[in-house]
């Protein structure tokens, strides 16, 4: 994967699905999951025909990866859009040890909030990709290399947990006052009822090099 400035009209397309992407994806994302099925939800969803119309940008490839060494994540990077059930996908290729950048925000290094999301448990309660998220501190290094060798030094700046009908959706996706990378997964219990975690852990970072 290749990080590249895109268009103007991808970066506004963005914004407009921003309000609509969260209620079906990060905020109602069940631990547990099975191989190959999409992030549902209660919340609001999106103009799937609109958000298919808008394909990925096509300098993305593998090989990017997301490195987190104070808790030894060295991840792929898988770019997700929209499914056809108006929910945004999440990694497919490798669902539980892989993390999913939001390919319709900003990439890691651009001005605003790049958003990357992992599943914090796998399918039975094994550790996944963030299982250990919330060991982070402020200060400590997290770095995102592309499929060329370019690697974006980020520094953690705050932790912080969410109620999913808490968070402030503008801090996370919407901060455009400088280069962030916002990492997201489950935390708190497990509301059987509900077929979601209690709460939201977001590890806000920002571009140091």
């Given amino acids: 994967m290749q990080f590249r400035k895109r268009t103007l009209s991808t970066f506004l397309l963005s914004l407009a699905l921003l309000g609509a992407i969260i ?3 990060i905020w109602y994302q069940s631990s547990g999951m099975r191989a190959g099925q999409g992030v549902s939800g209660t919340g609001p969803t999106i103009d799937a025909e609109r958000a298919n119309k808008q394909q990925l940008p096509h300098n993305l490839h593998s090989g990017a990866r997301l490195v987190i060494p104070a808790i030894g994540v060295d991840a792929p990077v898988e770019p997700v ?4 059930n108006s ?4 990694p497919t290729k490798n669902q539980s040890a892989g993390v999913g ?9 651009e001005r605003g909030s790049a958003v990357v999301d992992g599943h914090l448990d796998r399918p039975g309660g094994s550790p996944a990709v963030f299982w250990d998220l919330h060991n982070l501190h402020e200060g400590d290094e997290v770095k995102v290399i592309d499929s060329n060798g370019k690697v974006f030094h980020f520094r953690v700046i705050r932790l912080a947990t969410y109620s999913p009908t808490t968070a402030p ?3 996370i ?6 280069f962030f990378l916002n990492l997201v997964t489950c935390a708190g219990d497990w509301i059987l009822d509900q077929h979601q975690t209690s709460l939201r852990l977001v590890v806000y970072t920002q571009l140091v090099a």
């Fill in 87 to 90: 929910t945004l996908a999440v």
């Fill in 169 to 171: 959706l503008t801090s």
């Fill in 81 to 84: 859009g929209v499914q056809t």
């Fill in 101 to 109: 950048w939001y390919a319709y925000g900003p990439f890691p290094g």
């Fill in 23 to 25: 209620g079906g994806w």
């Fill in 173 to 178: 996706f919407g901060n455009t006052d400088g």
